[in-house]
C-alpha cells in the first residue's frame, strides 16, 4: 500500500506544470500557446524571461529531488528499486501531467533532479552527475542549443552509469530516461534536420550605448 501511495503521490508532484501556472500568474497566458509551445523551463526562459525561467527550471529539478530522497524515507520504502520506481513516476507525471490532458514537458529538470536526489542515497552515483552535467554544459556552450545538448547527454547517460559500474536497474533507469528524453525531442530535431532550432545567445559583454 505504502508503495501505491508513493506512485500517486509522486506521479501527482511530477505533474505540477509549473511552467503553465508561471505563464497563467505572471503574464496571464497560456505558455502552450506562444513560443515553442512546451510546458518547461526553456521555453519560460524565451516567452517570460530569465527571473521565471530560473525559477521554474528550479522547481522543475526539485520535484525529482523529492519524490528520490525524501518520498521512500517518509514512506518506508528505502530500497533502490523503489527509488527507480518512483523515479520513473515523477518524470512520466511532469511529461504527461493530468493537470494538462496529459501533455507535458520534455523531462530534463525533472530527470535531473531525480540524479541529484539519488546522489543523496548512492554515493557511488555522483559521478554520474557530474559527467552528465559537465557534457551538457560542454554541448551548450558548443552549440549553444538546449536540445542538442539534453539529447547528447541523455544518451550519454546509461554509457556513463555503465562505465561507472552502477546497479543494473540504475542503468536501465537511465536508458529509460534517455529514450524518454529523444522521443520528447522529436520535433526539435526535426527543425535541426531543417537548419531551424534556435540558439541561445551568450553574452558575457554589455552592449555599448
Sequence with gaps: MM??????LSYLIGSIPTA??????????????HGSGNVGATNVFRVLGKGPGITV??????KGVIVVALIPDLL???????RVMLALVVVCGHNW???LKFKGGKGIATSFGVLIGLTFKIALIRPVLFWTFLIWV???LITRIVSVSSIIASTCLPIIMVLTGQEFTIVCLGA???VFIVLRHKANI????????????????KKNP
Excluded: M, N, W
Aim: net charge positive.
Design 76 to 82: 518506508g520504502t528505502t530500497e533502490i528499486l523503489h
Design 57 to 62: 527550471l528550479l522547481l522543475d529539478i526539485l
Design 190 to 205: 526535426k527543425r535541426l534536420f531543417a537548419g531551424q532550432e534556435p540558439r541561445v545567445p551568450l553574452s558575457f559583454r
Design 20 to 33: 503553465y501556472i508561471f505563464g497563467k500568474v505572471s503574464k496571464g497566458i497560456d505558455i502552450r500557446q
Design 176 to 178: 529509460i530516461f534517455c
Design 97 to 99: 501531467t493530468i493537470f
Design 3 to 8: 508503495i501505491i501511495f508513493g506512485i500517486i
Design 138 to 140: 560542454a554541448c551548450f
